[in-house]
């Protein structure tokens, strides 16, 4: 099964307005990353975490590796935030495995 | 200047032609990885490589081989291309082997018809 699993799938936000996609683990991951996948799709790194909480910008991430679940809060949504976001875990030292994304969508 | 290329960027191919993707990177990292990316999914992992001269396995491996010439250079080998293995491939580098950002390539869209 799947062991990265990421929610919601598919999110519409108006602009200025913000909210969190959550990425949860089947088993115990060391470290996550965070991407985005843009309309030309390019994936364009966000973060990198082995514990505890970064924030850039209109950006925060936290991963608790304890409960096996990391997050990404987006906040005042621009249009050009519209993409897909994919949360990457890895288990080890040399794999990381992809959550299947989420589809977001700034309306103006 | 992308540290990361991929080459070519878009190919198309025939059932049973042999395909090599490339993959060029100038991070000066020792880690180097092939992906897929399948419409509507994320990436998996299809070969990946630490050293020159040395390609292992990642979750989906079969029906692809893999080339580590030198530290810069990873290629990507379809032997015997399927429609199956229609999708794009992202090429990725990181420093030390997953304990490090992944830094990814454009991506290649293959069609196999």
């Known amino acids: 099964g799947d062991q990265v699993e990421q929610s919601p799938s598919a999110l519409s936000l108006h602009e200025g307005t913000g909210s969190a996609l959550r990425c949860n683990f089947t088993?115990?991951?060391?470290?996550v990353q965070w991407f985005q996948q843009n309309s030309r799709g390019s994936l364009i790194n966000l973060f990198y975490?082995?514990?505890g909480t970064k924030e850039n910008g209109r950006l925060k991430s936290t991963f608790n590796s304890k409960e096996s679940y990391s997050t990404l809060h987006i906040r005042d949504a621009q249009l050009e935030d519209s993409g897909t976001y994919f949360c990457a875990a890895e288990p080890g030292y040399q794999n990381f495995y992809f959550g299947k994304g989420t589809s977001l969508t700034v309306i103006p | 200047e992308a540290a990361v290329t991929q080459s070519p960027r878009s190919k198309v191919a025939v059932t049973g032609g042999k395909v090599t993707l490339s993959c060029h990177q100038t991070n000066n990292h020792d880690y180097m990885y092939w992906y897929r990316q399948d419409t509507g999914h994320g990436l998996r992992l299809i070969h990946y490589s630490y050293v020159a001269d040395s390609t292992e396995k990642g979750d989906i491996p079969d029906g692809y081989k893999a080339s580590r010439p030198s530290q810069e250079n990873f290629s990507l080998i379809l032997e015997l291309a399927s429609l199956s293995q229609t999708a794009v491939y992202f090429c990725a580098s990181s420093g030390t082997g997953g304990a490090d950002t992944q830094y990814f390539g454009p991506g290649t869209r293959l069609l196999v018809l």
């Open positions: 088993t115990t991951m060391r470290a």
């Open positions: 975490l082995a514990s």
